[in-house]
């Protein structure tokens, strides 16, 4: 099995505040692994960590080692822009940006440059359509994208960060914010890029990191307890703690 | 602290419920034998009218499971129990069918003319239901040794069946037993050998409900 992110006793502190503690795992290639746990656990600092987000937040300081695709992502010659194209992010409540819809998936492709009309058309059709979107959106691609629905919006996000041609798509509780609906057309979606994309997802619903994930990760309180097969972690965990959380039993 | 208390009572009147269904099948099954051995066929029909009570049992457990997988989506050893449960009411009731195969045997055995005394029938009954007794008790007390127990004692049965058969043969050759008499008897053993079979299948959910794994 091919490993995109290899984790290795990775730490890291906001200020004197521990939020991750000795962190090894491996992030296989075109799988989808999902991160559980209570509120606070690390989940979305570990995320973060993934395509170095987390240098944008101050007093944070990071031990350990992180390689992507086989490179240490805090080498002082790593290009942490080029991370962040290769590992794009989608988070909790959609953020379009304060444009029209073409122009939100055109932002990343014009940012690197591209400039030729035809392939951005292109760029920007194939990323709606692998987001599930064209077929809603083909006919008012010059409206703002602030009149699309909630789960239209976190589409678009998706579209946006396909656009980018990434390898990896991070995703931060990206249905917390939406009806079953909208939720059940994203998580068709998530497995639908499996086929060309690594995911990480965080979230809380349990069910959802049951249906779609192939790798389930429990962290508490910044410790990785568990990491498995998801069919494993949720028929038969090894640790208490992972049984205590996930049956619903957790004091 | 502990959440989930609903959900914790829930499960607990399920385990009640099994260990009362249990118990059913367990009196019928005793008191099969019996009326076999003793050709007691008042003793038998009862047991023919007791197993619809049999089957209610299965019917409201199985509609509890399936409201409490609904409802509670249950997962890891919550959802092995439940897993289990719904199985093995299954082979319960299966083992209180075979009850009334040979309740219905012993009144036609009564009916028709002849005996033919095998103190094996009786060796065999009495493992049969140690084993039903030993799967519950494992059930209820999580013991896994005690279900591979059960699965051990499987192999006595299956002797005392083939034991069983090579004597009705050499009867049938020595003209010691009505033609009636040696299919009964045959009959009995084969209920008796599923017997055997479905307590290893109730011993084999238990320790799949304790350690998610199922042989
Ligand atoms: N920018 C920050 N500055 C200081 N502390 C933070 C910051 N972000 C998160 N934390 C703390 O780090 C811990 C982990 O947070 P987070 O990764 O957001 O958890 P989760 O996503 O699992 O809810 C929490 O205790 C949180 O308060
Ligand atoms: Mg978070």
Redesign the pocket.
């Known amino acids: 099995m091919e490993k995109v992110f290899t984790i290795k006793k990775l730490n890291l502190k ?2 004197e ?1 521990t ?2 503690l000795d962190i090894n795992m491996d992030i296989p290639k075109n799988e989808i692994t999902a ?1 559980i ?12 960590t993934l395509n170095r987000m ?1 240098d944008l ?4 300081h990071v031990k350990g080692d992180i390689k992507y695709e086989g490179n240490d992502i805090f080498s002082k010659d790593f290009d942490v822009i080029d991370l962040r194209t290769n590992v794009g992010m989608v988070f909790q409540k959609p953020n379009p940006f304060p444009m029209s819809i073409f122009d939100n998936v055109a932002y990343g492709p014009r940012c690197q440059g591209v400039k030729d009309k035809k392939i951005l058309q292109e760029t920007v059709i194939q990323a709606l359509k692998n987001a599930a979107l064209y077929d809603e959106v083909r006919d008012r691609l010059k409206e703002s994208a602030k009149e699309l629905s909630g789960g239209q919006q976190q589409r678009l996000c998706i579209a946006r960060a396909i656009a980018m041609r990434p390898d990896v798509i991070l995703m ?2 990206p249905t917390s914010a939406l009806d079953p609906i909208a939720t059940a057309k994203i998580e068709d979606l998530i497995l639908e890029l499996k086929q060309k994309y690594t995911i990480v997802i ?1 979230t809380h619903n349990m069910q959802q990191a049951a249906r779609i994930s192939d790798n389930t990760a429990f ?1 508490l309180m ?1 410790e990785l307890i568990e990491y498995d097969k998801t069919d494993k972690i949720f028929s038969n965990p090894a640790k208490a703690k992972t049984e205590e959380y996930i049956t619903g039993r957790f004091g | 602290m502990t959440y989930r208390t609903q959900f914790d009572s829930e499960l607990d009147n399920l385990k009640l419920n099994l260990i009362r269904m249990s118990d059913l099948v367990i009196r019928n099954i005793t008191d099969a034998l019996h009326s076999f051995i003793n050709m007691n066929s008042e003793l038998a029909e009862r047991i023919i009218k007791e197993d619809k009570l049999v089957n209610d049992f299965e019917y409201s457990i199985e509609k509890e499971c399936m409201r409490i997988i609904l409802r509670e989506q249950p997962v890891a050893k919550d959802l092995r129990l439940i897993t289990s449960v719904l199985k093995m009411i299954t082979d319960l009731e299966r083992i209180g069918d075979h009850a009334v195969d040979l309740s219905r045997l012993t009144v036609f055995m009564e009916k028709s003319e002849g005996n033919f005394n095998l103190p094996q029938i009786k060796l065999m009954i009495d493992v049969c239901e140690e084993m039903i007794r030993l799967a519950l008790d494992s059930f209820v007390n999580k013991d896994i040794n005690m279900a591979k127990e059960v699965i051990d004692k499987d192999d006595l049965v299956d002797d005392y069946f083939e034991e069983i058969k090579q004597l009705v043969v050499k009867a049938i050759k020595e003209n010691n037993i009505s033609a009636d008499y040696s299919i009964y008897l045959m009959m009995a053993a084969k209920y008796l050998e599923r017997i055997g079979d479905h307590a290893v299948n109730l011993a084999e959910w238990v320790i799949f409900s304790i350690t998610g794994e199922h042989q």
Do not use: F, M, Q
């Open positions: 906001y200020g505040k939020a991750l991160l746990g209570p509120s606070g656990c690390g989940k979305s600092t570990l995320l973060r987390n937040i101050e007093n944070c931060d509780e965080v962290l910044g």
